[in-house]
Each structure stands twice: as structure tokens, then as C-alpha cells.
């Protein structure tokens, strides 16, 4: 049995995607020529922005399309910069995205302040925190809606509710509630998405900009985008992101086969669930006690099961990951994390449920018996 | 996360790894390591007095397949051999033995050639 758990990572384009691809693969004109073969290819992208301005509840005008939202968060951050020269203070969550975290450095060395807001264990900001840090100089808010790898869900009503009153920008990440949760974004000034994590294909995303927003554009050229964003239009990935938020996800059994396999594999002793079971329906991320995440990751791997890890010895810079010590994961379970997403579209069977369970207990077995650290029940951590 | 390319015998020695486990009685315990890092070795060792020769070492370790890999392949050079012999033990000699470890894993082979040492010199020290 193969089973593919890294949805939070990326997801399989989905079959009617690829039918409406096909379909489309025709229009090959480039939206910028002025014969038929151009024109109708451009009618296309703006019927998608249409049905994805509809989807998050704000006006075409406001919804750029980028090559993902690495882009679009690099955008939103640098492009207000240069608008708004006199402010140089930018408020993140400790739990922001790379791509968040390292534009952020970026800005650091061009003299900006970067103020973080921490988290509690379970992920969630500390909004009086964030009410506090925010000043005359803070050019942008940027903390993401649901954070990829622990699932967190941040309230971003009511933060977008506090930047309102304090007259500050508000970004948010929205890369892994987009097409999952409903989003109302006409309350929200910028909000970044990816099409890679709804099974549309990949090197396609948006930048939502609320309409008034002062922001220069970060690719200059052919004007494209309303000349907000030069660069011959990704068609194919429009028409797949397109098509993406019209297929039926199955939410409903999708939190429940989450339920399950928390349940299941909380019965590990010494074994937490990080984020919170409130968090997003798809991503599970659980820390075993005296172990290392890609030692698992790898076991599970041969099994046929592919999740990922945030263990230290997994990463490139050899750190532990930035979410979990964050929100305070004590050193026994800090590295022994894995993170189990599942796909919207398609829900395990109980079968498929079953043997992730049991492949999971069996290796993490198998680990704690080679490792050091043993863990031992006392009244404190039951 | 980076896409490790292990070698045939990393992943040997990491699926089945040889010598794992306690000593009871130990003649002596080498620890390295901690769990922020997300490595932990601890070998044990059964020293035959006479000949100075390790009788018997085993290990428990917390890490990735790497740390795993190397500190059972140190377990088999070891044993068997004097302690004079075993402190000469390298990383290298580990990572050679593995058919080469990735650079960014180089430092586990560093870990389990060091608490292998420290094992020893826990030995001699008690000895003296």
C-alpha cells in the first residue's frame, strides 16, 4: 500500500484539473497580442480571476496572479516598503513561513526592525502582544492564517479588526487555508496563495491587494497585471487554480479520519500533539518521545508512506524547527516530530487509516527501543 | 528538508542495526550528545582486563539514520579489538566503512567515533 501524506508540501494535480488543462492546452496565444489567438487566451484569465476574486469575496481588480506565494509574500512585503519609505518596523508571527521569515532578514539589513509576536504551545498569537508592538512606524502585519506545520488556525477576523484600528497594513499567508476554509478577504489588505497545495499545478499563485493599497509592483517589464505585474501570463496554471477551487472537498470526513488517526496515535505512550486538535482538518503533526524525526520519516518511507519531518538532522541548516520551539516543545519531543497531511479530495479508507496507524506504532517502536531515552509515566506528564 | 542520498550500507546498518542495547553491569558507559540537537549516543563496554580487549559493546542511540548508522558500524569495528586500538578509530574510518556518508552527516560519524572515546576513557579512568 502507498500512501501519500505530504499534502501540506505539495498535492497531486487533480484529474479534473488535468481535463480542463487538456482542454485549454489550445489557447497557446499570448494574452498580451492583439489577434484572436491572444484575445481569447486572455478572456480565459480574466473568467479565472473573476471566479477567484468571487471565491474570497472581493473585486477582480484586486487579484494579481504570481508565480506562487513566495513571490506574492516577497511582494507584499517589499512592495509597501517602497511606498511607505518613513516605515521601518514590520510585525510577524515567531511562526511565519520562510518565505516570510527570510524576506524579513532581507529587510533587516536594509535597516528595518523586525518585531515577532510569540505563539502559546498550542500556536495561537498573543494578540495583546501584537496590539502592543504596533506603532506609528510599523509599515505592515503580516502573520499567516493557518500555519503549515502544525496546523494552527491564527484569528484573523480579529487581528484584521485590530490593524483597522490602528491603521496599520494587514498581510496574511494564506497558503493552506485557501480552498479549504472559507475566507472573506474584502476585511483584509493583502493575502498571499499557492496553487501547488490545492491540487492545481505548481508555479502558480496570487496576491490579493485590497484596492487603495499603496504598493510598487516587483517585477517591472511588459506590464502585464495591470502593470503591477510584468511577465507573460502562467495561463495553464490559472486555468488549473481555476478549476481547483470548484472540486468537492470532503472536509467533513477529512477532520474525521484526522480525529482518528490522533486518537490512535496518541495512545503512544509519551507522544503530543502538536498545534491543537481545533487546528486545520488536513495537517497532523505529532512529536514522539526520544526520538528523531527523520530516522521515522525514513522508516515510514520504506513502508510506502511519505509524511515529512522538522527534526533537525532533516534540515538544511541543521536547526530544529523554528513552530515547535516556538511554542515551547521541551527537548525529549522537540526533533522527534512528523507532520501527517492529508488530501481534501480524497479521504482514507479505513483500511489505508489502519495501516498508517499500526506502520506508525511499529517504527516508533522500533526507534524508542534503540534510543537513550526512555520515557516514564508520572503523574505529571499523564 | 534536504534530500539525503544515503549508500547502500547506511541504510543496512540503519534498518538493522547491529549490537543494539544496555550492558548490564558495564565495565564502563560513554554518552554523548543531546536531545536539542536531535542526537543522543551511549555505548557500553565489556572490557576483557587481561588482554585489554572489548569483550562486548552495544549501543542506544537517538537520531537520524545516520547517527543510527554509524554508531552501529562503530560497534562492529570496536569490538573485539584493545582499547589502544579502538581509541585510534576515526570518523573517517566510520564514514569509509559506510561506503561514505553525505558532508552535511559528517558530523554524526564525529559523534560515535567521540563517545566511543569518551566509553574508554570512562574505562581507564575507573581502572586507575
Redesign the interface.
Given at each position: 500500500m502507498k500512501l501519500y501524506l505530504d499534502n501540506a508540501a505539495t498535492t497531486p494535480i487533480a484529474k479534473e484539473v488535468v481535463e480542463e488543462l487538456n482542454k485549454q492546452i489550445k489557447n497557446y496565444g499570448n494574452p498580451s497580442s492583439r489577434h484572436k489567438l491572444g484575445k481569447s487566451t486572455k478572456e480565459e484569465i480574466e473568467k479565472a480571476r473573476e471566479k477567484i476574486a468571487k471565491f474570497i469575496n472581493v473585486k477582480p481588480g484586486e487579484v494579481f496572479f504570481t508565480s506562487g506565494a513566495t513571490e506574492s509574500n516577497n511582494w507584499a512585503i517589499k512592495g509597501t516598503a517602497s511606498t511607505n519609505p518613513e516605515k521601518k518596523q514590520i510585525i510577524i508571527s515567531a511562526i511565519e513561513h520562510p518565505s516570510i521569515l527570510e524576506t524579513c532578514e532581507a529587510m533587516k539589513k536594509q535597516g528595518y526592525k523586525i518585531d515577532l509576536i510569540s505563539v502559546n504551545k498550542e500556536g495561537r498569537i498573543n494578540l495583546e502582544e501584537l496590539k502592543n508592538k504596533i506603532s506609528q512606524d510599523t509599515l505592515l502585519v503580516s502573520i499567516m492564517h493557518i500555519n503549515n506545520e502544525i496546523g494552527t488556525i491564527q484569528p484573523i477576523e480579529e487581528i484584521s479588526k485590530i490593524c483597522k484600528e490602528k491603521r496599520v497594513l494587514f498581510h496574511t499567508d494564506a497558503v493552506q487555508s485557501f480552498g479549504k476554509i472559507k475566507i472573506d478577504a474584502s476585511q483584509i489588505d493583502l493575502l498571499s496563495v499557492s496553487g501547488h497545495k490545492l491540487n492545481a499545478m505548481k508555479g502558480i499563485g496570487f496576491l490579493y491587494i485590497k484596492k487603495g493599497t499603496k504598493i510598487n509592483p516587483l517585477l517591472n517589464g511588459g506590464g502585464q497585471e495591470r502593470n503591477m505585474r510584468s511577465g507573460t501570463e502562467n495561463f495553464l496554471g490559472i486555468v488549473s487554480l481555476k478549476k481547483a477551487i470548484d472540486l468537492k472537498r470532503k472536509i467533513t470526513e477529512v477532520s474525521k479520519s484526522r480525529e482518528r488517526i490522533i486518537k490512535e496515535i496518541l495512545k503512544i505512550p509519551g507522544t503530543i500533539l502538536n498545534g491543537s486538535e481545533k487546528g486545520a482538518c488536513n495537517i497532523i503533526s505529532l512529536s514522539f518521545y526520544?526520538?528523531?524525526?527523520?530516522?521515522l520519516q525514513?522508516?515510514l518511507d520504506?513502508e510506502g508512506i511519505s509524511i515529512?519531518?522538522g527534526?533537525?538532522?532533516?534540515?538544511?541548516k541543521?536547526s530544529?524547527s523554528h513552530v515547535l520551539e516556538a511554542t515551547g516543545t521541551d527537548?525529549?519531543h522537540?526533533?522527534?516530530n512528523i507532520r501527517i497531511s492529508l488530501d481534501t479530495l480524497k479521504p482514507l479508507t479505513k483500511k489505508e487509516e489502519d495501516f498508517l496507524i499500526k506502520k506508525v506504532k511499529e517504527n516508533v517502536e522500533k526507534?524508542q527501543?534503540?534510543?537513550?531515552?526512555k520515557f516514564k509515566e508520572t503523574s505529571n506528564n499523564k | 528538508?534536504?534530500n539525503?542520498n544515503y549508500s547502500k550500507k547506511v541504510i543496512e546498518h540503519?534498518?538493522k542495526?547491529k549490537n543494539?542495547g544496555k550492558i548490564k553491569n558495564a565495565d564502563a558507559i560513554g554518552?554523548l550528545g543531546?536531545?536539542?540537537?536531535?542526537?543522543?549516543?551511549?555505548i557500553y563496554l565489556k572490557v576483557d582486563k587481561k588482554t585489554e580487549k572489548i569483550k562486548n559493546i552495544k549501543f542506544?542511540?537517538?537520531?537520524?539514520?545516520?547517527?543510527?548508522a554509524t554508531s552501529s558500524m562503530i560497534t562492529e569495528l570496536a569490538k573485539g579489538k584493545t582499547l589502544e586500538q579502538a581509541k585510534k578509530i576515526t570518523n573517517k574510518d566510520v564514514a569509509d566503512s559506510l561506503q561514505g556518508l553525505p558532508p552535511?552527516?559528517m558530523?554524526c560519524s564525529n559523534l560515535a567515533a567521540d563517545a566511543l572515546r569518551v566509553a574508554i576513557k570512562n574505562y581507564e579512568e575507573k581502572i586507575s
Amino acid at each position: 500500500m502507498k500512501l501519500y501524506l505530504d499534502n501540506a508540501a505539495t498535492t497531486p494535480i487533480a484529474k479534473e484539473v488535468v481535463e480542463e488543462l487538456n482542454k485549454q492546452i489550445k489557447n497557446y496565444g499570448n494574452p498580451s497580442s492583439r489577434h484572436k489567438l491572444g484575445k481569447s487566451t486572455k478572456e480565459e484569465i480574466e473568467k479565472a480571476r473573476e471566479k477567484i476574486a468571487k471565491f474570497i469575496n472581493v473585486k477582480p481588480g484586486e487579484v494579481f496572479f504570481t508565480s506562487g506565494a513566495t513571490e506574492s509574500n516577497n511582494w507584499a512585503i517589499k512592495g509597501t516598503a517602497s511606498t511607505n519609505p518613513e516605515k521601518k518596523q514590520i510585525i510577524i508571527s515567531a511562526i511565519e513561513h520562510p518565505s516570510i521569515l527570510e524576506t524579513c532578514e532581507a529587510m533587516k539589513k536594509q535597516g528595518y526592525k523586525i518585531d515577532l509576536i510569540s505563539v502559546n504551545k498550542e500556536g495561537r498569537i498573543n494578540l495583546e502582544e501584537l496590539k502592543n508592538k504596533i506603532s506609528q512606524d510599523t509599515l505592515l502585519v503580516s502573520i499567516m492564517h493557518i500555519n503549515n506545520e502544525i496546523g494552527t488556525i491564527q484569528p484573523i477576523e480579529e487581528i484584521s479588526k485590530i490593524c483597522k484600528e490602528k491603521r496599520v497594513l494587514f498581510h496574511t499567508d494564506a497558503v493552506q487555508s485557501f480552498g479549504k476554509i472559507k475566507i472573506d478577504a474584502s476585511q483584509i489588505d493583502l493575502l498571499s496563495v499557492s496553487g501547488h497545495k490545492l491540487n492545481a499545478m505548481k508555479g502558480i499563485g496570487f496576491l490579493y491587494i485590497k484596492k487603495g493599497t499603496k504598493i510598487n509592483p516587483l517585477l517591472n517589464g511588459g506590464g502585464q497585471e495591470r502593470n503591477m505585474r510584468s511577465g507573460t501570463e502562467n495561463f495553464l496554471g490559472i486555468v488549473s487554480l481555476k478549476k481547483a477551487i470548484d472540486l468537492k472537498r470532503k472536509i467533513t470526513e477529512v477532520s474525521k479520519s484526522r480525529e482518528r488517526i490522533i486518537k490512535e496515535i496518541l495512545k503512544i505512550p509519551g507522544t503530543i500533539l502538536n498545534g491543537s486538535e481545533k487546528g486545520a482538518c488536513n495537517i497532523i503533526s505529532l512529536s514522539f518521545y526520544g526520538i528523531e524525526g527523520e530516522s521515522l520519516q525514513m522508516l515510514l518511507d520504506e513502508e510506502g508512506i511519505s509524511i515529512s519531518t522538522g527534526s533537525a538532522c532533516s534540515s538544511n541548516k541543521l536547526s530544529a524547527s523554528h513552530v515547535l520551539e516556538a511554542t515551547g516543545t521541551d527537548e525529549f519531543h522537540l526533533n522527534g516530530n512528523i507532520r501527517i497531511s492529508l488530501d481534501t479530495l480524497k479521504p482514507l479508507t479505513k483500511k489505508e487509516e489502519d495501516f498508517l496507524i499500526k506502520k506508525v506504532k511499529e517504527n516508533v517502536e522500533k526507534l524508542q527501543k534503540i534510543s537513550p531515552i526512555k520515557f516514564k509515566e508520572t503523574s505529571n506528564n499523564k | 528538508m534536504i534530500n539525503t542520498n544515503y549508500s547502500k550500507k547506511v541504510i543496512e546498518h540503519f534498518s538493522k542495526p547491529k549490537n543494539i542495547g544496555k550492558i548490564k553491569n558495564a565495565d564502563a558507559i560513554g554518552e554523548l550528545g543531546n536531545p536539542t540537537c536531535g542526537d543522543v549516543m551511549r555505548i557500553y563496554l565489556k572490557v576483557d582486563k587481561k588482554t585489554e580487549k572489548i569483550k562486548n559493546i552495544k549501543f542506544q542511540t537517538m537520531g537520524c539514520a545516520a547517527a543510527i548508522a554509524t554508531s552501529s558500524m562503530i560497534t562492529e569495528l570496536a569490538k573485539g579489538k584493545t582499547l589502544e586500538q579502538a581509541k585510534k578509530i576515526t570518523n573517517k574510518d566510520v564514514a569509509d566503512s559506510l561506503q561514505g556518508l553525505p558532508p552535511i552527516k559528517m558530523h554524526c560519524s564525529n559523534l560515535a567515533a567521540d563517545a566511543l572515546r569518551v566509553a574508554i576513557k570512562n574505562y581507564e579512568e575507573k581502572i586507575s
